[in-house]
């Protein structure tokens, strides 16, 4: 069984304490008139910012026209250890994974598998019969809007991620215990506003996915995703290979405020059973790849989807309520659309695609600005506030440097 300090770490915001770390960076391409000064400068940045805010590790990428321009990865893989991080060091993007999730579901509607507006009960109606007809009339669009009437998780959904269940049958079947367990609830949309953000929602997406391709969503993921992108890093689940320290791990913030490296095994991570909703990691280089198939809206590279089909994906398709205090990485307010949020961020003077990724052990963030085709990636092995707003400086700060 998966220990309850998982369940509680998952369940509850963090903030983050004051560390010291050894530091480790590298910059990959420079912009024009960039060279060594530029890279030590990134790098010095990089660390100045980790050490201000107690980070273990802290990575950053810039790419700008399908070209990373600058890079750097400092601090440490594990915290109050001498075991530098470097660039090629995997990091967990957490939901982050929602928008790539959202792109193998444009893949299948280009393929006439499935519709935008697919029912759950007619796609899933077979394998878990008796839902709800509230529950069964959600849409995939909606699912990967959030606009379906799915809450946020609940006690409920908590209780069946993290179940002893969860682990006896393999992932595909897993998601189809899971939702069989909560399939007689009824889904209410809520007004003004149908957001709600639904991790539940995109478990449910993801086995549409599978029911119409035939094929589990991690190796989905695998197939048309990381390989035609080239994110040789990537993979799902914990970053670290087991046994092994070769990645930037995952902290847990204890109740007394100690750290607790999470080095590897089923308490390193959300349960596999949540994996379309966010359990991605890979290196800073392989994000910002992704970072800029997306900038570039489908032009270059391999076409994983057509540019029509990745700018519904991107589109804003509902309005966000406003919330006085969001949770570390929420904005408080603006727009989503398929895995993707639209923030008027200030020092942006204009909406940007966003999003951010925490699976209460590390936390991930990034901006694309299409009409510039520059996106930046940030990702760090530690949750909470602290860690948030530090991703949040480097975004602005590198976007000031190389946009504005």
């Not at 697919?118 to 849409?139: C, F, H, I, K």
């Not at 320290?245 to 995952?250: H, L, M």
């Not at 750290?259 to 359990?279: C, E, F």
């Not at 949750?383 to 975004?395: K, L, R, S, T, Y």
Request: with cysteine; charged share 15%.
């Amino acid at each position: 069984m998966l220990g309850s300090p998982a369940l509680s770490e998952f369940r509850n915001s963090c903030i983050g304490v004051a560390l010291g770390v050894m530091v480790a960076g590298v910059v990959v391409a420079m912009s024009a008139g960039g060279g060594s000064a530029q890279a030590t400068s990134m790098d010095n940045y990089l660390d100045r910012v980790r050490a201000e805010y107690g980070l273990p590790a802290l990575a950053a990428a810039v790419v700008k026209d399908g070209v990373v321009v600058a890079a750097a990865a400092t601090g440490t893989r594990v915290d109050g250890q001498i075991l530098p991080v470097t660039i090629s060091d995997r990091f967990h993007i957490g939901s982050n994974t929602k928008s790539m999730t959202a792109t193998l579901a444009g893949m299948l509607v280009e393929e006439g598998r499935l519709a935008w507006d697919s029912r759950v009960g007619d796609v899933l109606g077979e394998d878990v019969p008796e839902m709800s007809q509230s529950l069964a009339n959600a849409t995939l669009e909606q699912l990967l809007s959030h606009s379906s009437g799915i809450p946020s998780d609940t006690e409920e959904m908590m209780d069946l991620y993290f179940s002893d269940a969860v682990f006896d049958d393999n992932p595909v079947q897993q998601r189809i215990n899971v939702l069989a367990s909560w399939q007689h609830n009824e889904v209410v949309i809520p007004a003004p506003s149908p957001f709600q953000y639904s991790n539940f929602g995109y478990l449910i997406a993801g086995m549409m996915i599978e029911k119409v391709s035939g094929t589990p969503w991690e190796t989905l993921m695998y197939e048309r995703i990381f390989w035609p992108l080239g994110m040789d890093s990537a993979g799902l689940g914990p970053q670290s290979t087991y046994g092994l320290i070769d990645a930037a791990v995952g902290h847990r913030i204890e109740a007394d405020g100690s750290v607790t490296a999470m080095l590897w095994g089923p308490a390193a991570d959300i349960p596999p059973v949540m994996g379309p909703a966010g359990n991605a990691h890979m290196s800073i280089l392989d994000y910002a790849r992704w970072a800029g198939w997306n900038a570039g809206q489908a032009g270059r590279g391999p076409q994983l989807v057509t540019p029509a089909t990745l700018e519904r994906i991107q589109a804003v398709h509902v309005q966000t309520p406003v919330r006085e205090n969001p949770p570390p990485g929420t904005p408080s307010t603006g727009g989503y659309g398929l895995g993707w949020s639209s923030v008027a961020f200030d020092w942006a003077g204009k909406p940007l695609l966003t999003h951010n990724g925490s699976n209460s052990m590390n936390l991930a963030r990034i901006i694309v600005d299409t009409e510039t085709d520059i996106a930046i990636v940030v990702t760090t092995n530690f949750p909470g506030a602290e860690a948030n707003a530090a991703a949040g400086e480097v975004m602005e700060h590198l976007y000031m440097q190389y946009v504005v």
